[in-house]
């Protein structure tokens, strides 16, 4: 098992998934994972559907502009939120704590997603008073590439200072 810095370091978005199913242990670390996320005064506003059925992960797929691809993968979970002051930042946070277990467990996913998934809301029952935040698809990655660090981020001198804003950040 790779540790959290490797995992954070190899980390990449997943948008295609191998038809095998994802192990009932993983996807309960994945949950535990989200559920035991630090959240602001320990509100915990989020609530998270599991979707195996694969009619429905077609019909998800369908509704979802910026993820058709939650069809192919044998699991999404939905995450959905109590308004709250901080439910966004306290969702957020749930979710790169699923992504990052997900990966460490040798599972893709990506983000699908930002708000505006009212359309969700009954296929899966959930209450008009509840925000459907984000659709996590989640199975093994069907490119055999990923995972091999390859990011292209801006370097750390880019996006670090020291001590003030364009100090450069420089190794003690």
Partial sequence: MMDAFEAVRTLLA?????DKPVPEASLRRILEAGRLTGSSMN??????????NR?????????????????????????????????????????????????MDGLGSNWVGFGGLDPIKPLLGIPAEVEVFAVLPIGYPGDERLGQGKKRRKALSEVAYREQWGQPFAWN
Wanted: charged share 10%; aromatic share 10%.
């Fill in 55 to 103: 009619d429905i992960l077609r019909q998800l797929g369908s509704l979802l502009r910026t993820g058709p691809y939650v069809a192919q993968a044998p699991l999404a979970i939905v995450i959905a939120l109590d308004h709250s002051p901080y439910a966004i930042s306290d969702a957020s946070r749930a979710i790169q704590s699923m992504l990052l277990t997900a990966w």
């Fill in 43 to 52: 509100g915990q506003p989020w609530h998270f559907v599991v979707i195996q």
């Fill in 14 to 18: 997943v948008r295609n998934y191998q």
